[in-house]
């Protein structure tokens, strides 16, 4: 009998962008909260659990807001090939000065 070592699967929903966006983000709103004191305690600790929160899902890597509302969202429409032809004709229009006429 061998041991098999239980994992969880590797599920993130937070890219490499949106990690370093939510660690800056969780910095600067922690650093507000040490640093403007008029700001009723309540309102320090939202901010703070707001930055906090920012930051363990930045560490970690999967959002559990993101995992809801992605359930309620359709499928995004938009295949990514329409994008790439559409950025090709801005292309061709910027270096031919306008579309090539057929012959």
């Known amino acids: 009998m061998t041991y098999q070592e ?3 699967p590797n599920v993130e929903n ?7 966006h939510r660690i800056i983000a969780g ?3 922690i650093s507000v909260a040490v640093m403007f004191t008029a ?5 320090i600790a939202g901010i703070v659990a707001v930055g906090t929160y920012m930051g363990l899902t930045a560490f970690i890597g999967w959002d559990p807001l ?3 509302v992605k359930a309620f ?3 995004t ?3 990514l ?13 910027l270096y031919t000065g306008g579309y090539k006429q057929a012959a």
């Open 66 to 68: 993101y995992a809801v």
């Open 27 to 29: 910095m600067a709103l």
């Open 77 to 79: 429409s938009v295949p």
């Open 81 to 93: 090939t329409t994008t790439v032809v559409s950025h090709q004709r801005q292309d061709q229009r």
């Open 39 to 43: 700001i009723p305690e309540t309102g």
């Open 14 to 20: 937070i890219g490499s962008v949106d990690r370093v």
């Open 73 to 75: 969202l359709p499928p």
């Open 6 to 8: 239980a994992s969880l």
